[in-house]
């Protein structure tokens, strides 16, 4: 049946891609009259005191439309109140000047129907617009919203120009806006918290600074639920004496009677039921209690919070991941209807989509299998040369498919494979795009440009088939790290190290944590202490710091420190300066002697000549054979331009995995979580090092010369073969000398082993 409506529909596509304009803008709508069914403001005009804004769940990122074509899915929460009393959905934007305004449009449905449709037309600053809902439009629980920009070049017609077209809707201003206060009591409503001037989501824990107090300790289940109830990628959580201004939500956690608490805490444990409780207080600021007398008690409330009203909170922010990504950690087909994609005729120069897959953490990527993109797809008569699909993995392209036939052309489960070496452990972004010129796109005249032909279309039976993969941890792998909380995702304690207890650092840990038990899906059973850990323990660390690059890194084996620029000192190793480098005197002697007095090229023998000549060509031709590390280039950055480092090693005497996150001062510490945690940069996290850049604010990542492995605990033949598989495609030059060795054993066994078991004759 399904192979039966396929062919129907791939039949139907070049009927589909040769539609009118109105069919092809099927989503279209008369723009609203902004005198009567939209109000357009400006952000400057201030906010309406009337109405409290819902903010929408998703971060800045997700709400960029970029290309000619693009779609966003936004989504906020109502109770029932906030139903029955409608309000105002506010859309505040800024657009690219390179936009054309003549025919810019940005199309809003709500829960599948059309909504309203305005002209994008803000390059010089932001503009807003309130659009009036029905009651009836509306859902209690999550709503969604759905957003189409399309939108031209002003003067440049080229594929290339597509890419400076972009829409950006400002989150901290943008939401719907409601009369109606959310109850005291209501742990819903925290989904309705603001952004502060940052655009993060602050929970801010009233607790002191003083970490050997009990109730910041306690705190830690309690943020790493509220994030996993929020579901936001941009959490920030600070520590203070008193609550917070603005859009957050401040926390308070202990006994009314413990006298180690700060007063403001005291007080509002006072008047606060026992158990988590949550009221609204002043400028969009939510005032969260838990209130209990000891840590034990504290966890029974926590539990019943979790498994009562939060429950459904957690499974929906739970669902709505699931719905949005492709788990890789099962194998087999999935289609990109499953995971929100929707069909629909495309008539511009560049098409787009994009979707994420989640690999385990113990997942190995090589060369033993591929992910095999299958497309379902159609292209119209009359392209010109250059008609082609990318695909880009991690931001890397690794494959390609010519799409030019003057005819048009039909795909149908078209196989393009895509290399498992591109993927890594966490979230993986999968873009898809196809490049689609028309030789009339060279006169670049807008009055000329034809919609009502699509050039493109891209079904939702489009699969993707993730093969079995081979499991086996890797070290150090952040990556990992950052996409599935390894290795701190089991039910093991591990520890979260601050070098001192201020609130700078003990924020910068707890925003850490809460974006690794997102990454988890769970909170992490983590211990809060001072200080630096015991080599000797076997407990997994997290260890924050700020003042430099910590000694307990800088002395493991195989740590390679930045250079700082060249300088007239003595570029040699000396004795006098290895001291806490694990290097002997005598090692460094020998190795500045041999320095000093090696040979010029012409002085050697020709037998030291021919050796050099060998290992620099096998170190040639291990780089050719080495593709593992193409599009991964190493860098060097000026110590001078670090703004915050992550670096995971293993414990030099125990079995532990220690991973730094380290600043030169406490100002730099908070600046670099921050941009360590932002969804773009976070996933995009690998290797063995990260740094982010303080020229910049850019991502650096710098990979190991070699990885260690864990305990492989897939043991079944089928894993270990795949293993090996792998193995060998990291090692091509072995396996090209095993290849080597087998056929030239093949060629011994024949020529001069088979001659003298003599001849058979056969009568």
């Not at 290339?160 to 077209?165: F, H, S, V």
């Not at 307990?552 to 420190?561: M, R």
């Not at 703004?643 to 090693?649: A, N, T």
Request: charge should be negative; include cysteine; hydrophobic fraction near 40%.
């Amino acid at each position: 049946m399904r192979s039966r409506d396929m062919l129907r529909r791939l039949s139907g596509a070049a009927f589909l891609i040769c539609l009118s304009a109105s069919a092809s803008r099927g989503g279209d709508f008369v723009p609203a009259d902004l005198g009567t069914t939209s109000v357009e403001t400006t952000i400057q005009a201030g906010p309406d005191l009337a109405r409290q804004l819902v903010a929408f769940n998703q971060t800045a990122t997700a709400m960029r439309l970029e290309g000619e074509d693009a779609s966003r899915e936004l989504t906020f929460y109502l109770s029932a109140d906030q139903v029955t009393t409608a309000g105002l959905l506010r859309l505040s934007y800024t657009n690219a000047v390179s936009v054309m305004p003549d025919d810019a449009v940005l199309d809003v449905e709500l829960n599948g129907k059309p909504l309203a449709a305005f002209p994008i037309r803000s390059p010089n600053g932001p503009a807003t617009h309130d659009i009036p809902v029905a009651a009836k439009d509306l859902t209690v629980g999550w709503n969604q919203v759905r957003l189409r920009a399309r939108q031209h070049h002003r003067i440049d017609c080229s594929v290339q120009a597509t890419y400076e077209l972009w829409t950006q809707v400002d989150p901290l201003v943008s939401g719907f806006l409601t009369s109606a206060r959310p109850k005291d009591g209501d742990l819903a409503s925290l989904l309705s918290v603001g952004r502060n001037g940052d655009g993060a989501t602050e929970i801010r824990v009233v607790a002191g600074s003083d970490a050997s107090q009990t109730p910041l300790r306690d705190s830690l289940p309690l943020v790493q639920t509220l994030a996993l109830v929020l579901g936001r990628e941009d959490l920030n959580v600070s520590i203070g004496d008193v609550g917070g201004s603005g859009p957050g939500i401040d926390l308070y956690l202990g006994d009314p009677s413990d006298v180690k608490l700060p007063q403001p805490a005291r007080d509002a444990l006072a008047t606060a039921p026992r158990g988590l409780f949550v009221r609204q207080g002043e400028n969009g600021r939510y005032i969260v209690t838990m209130r209990g007398s000891n840590k034990s008690e504290l966890q029974l409330l926590l539990l019943a919070a979790v498994n009562g009203p939060l429950l459904p909170l957690i499974r929906s922010n739970k669902r709505a991941m699931t719905e949005t990504r492709i788990d890789g950690d099962i194998s087999g087909t999935h289609t990109l209807s499953s995971i929100g994609y929707q069909t629909m005729p495309f008539a511009g120069r560049l098409f787009q989509t994009s979707f994420d897959v989640l690999m385990p953490s113990d997942f190995y990527p090589g060369d033993y299998a591929t992910v095999d993109l299958n497309l379902d797809a159609a292209t119209a008569p009359g392209l010109a040369s250059g008609t082609q699909l990318l695909v880009r993995v991690n931001e890397r392209a690794v494959a390609s498919l010519v799409l030019y036939d003057p005819e048009g052309t039909t795909l149908k489960d078209k196989p393009l494979k895509l290399p498992l070496r591109a993927f890594h452990p966490g979230v993986n972004h999968v873009r898809v795009l196809a490049e689609l010129p028309l030789a009339s796109d060279l006169a670049c005249d807008p009055t000329a440009r034809d919609e009502a032909r699509s050039r493109f279309l891209l079904l939702e039976e489009t699969t993707v088939t993730i093969p079995p993969l081979a499991r086996a941890g890797r070290l150090p792998d952040l990556a990992a790290f950052a996409g599935t909380s390894f290795p701190f995702k089991g039910s093991a304690a591990f520890d979260l190290y601050v070098d001192t207890a201020t609130p700078a650092q003990l924020g910068s840990a707890l925003t850490l944590l809460t974006r690794l038990a997102m990454s988890a899906g769970h909170p992490l059973s983590a211990e809060l202490k001072i200080g630096r850990p015991d080599p000797r323990q076997p407990t997994n660390a997290l260890i924050i710091g700020a003042g430099g690059e910590p000694l307990e890194l800088a002395s493991l084996p195989g740590h390679k420190g930045d250079r700082l620029p060249s300088s007239s000192t003595d570029p040699l190793t000396t004795a006098s300066v290895t001291a806490g480098n694990g290097v002997s005197d005598s090692q460094a002697l020998l190795d500045a002697f041999q320095i000093e007095t090696r040979l010029e090229q012409n002085q050697l023998s020709l037998k030291s000549r021919v050796l050099d000549w060998a290992a620099r060509a096998s170190t040639t031709v291990n780089r050719w054979l080495d593709y593992k590390d193409i599009g991964r280039e190493d860098v060097t950055i000026d110590p001078r331009d670090r703004l915050i480092s992550l670096r995971q090693v293993a414990s030099a005497e125990s079995p532990a995995v220690w991973t730094f996150v380290n600043a030169a001062d406490e100002t730099m510490l908070q600046q670099g979580v921050a941009a360590l945690t932002k969804p773009a940069i976070w996933t995009a996290i690998e290797g063995g090092e990260a740094v982010i850049r303080r020229s910049d604010l850019e991502l650096v990542n710098r990979y190991p010369e070699s990885y260690s492995f864990f305990p492989i605990t897939d043991t079944s033949p089928a894993n270990l073969r795949r293993l090996a598989a792998a193995w060998l495609s990291d090692n091509f030059i072995i396996y090209v000398g095993l290849v080597l060795a087998l056929m030239g054993g093949f060629g011994w066994w024949v020529g001069y082993a088979v001659p003298r078991k003599g001849v058979r004759t056969v009568e």
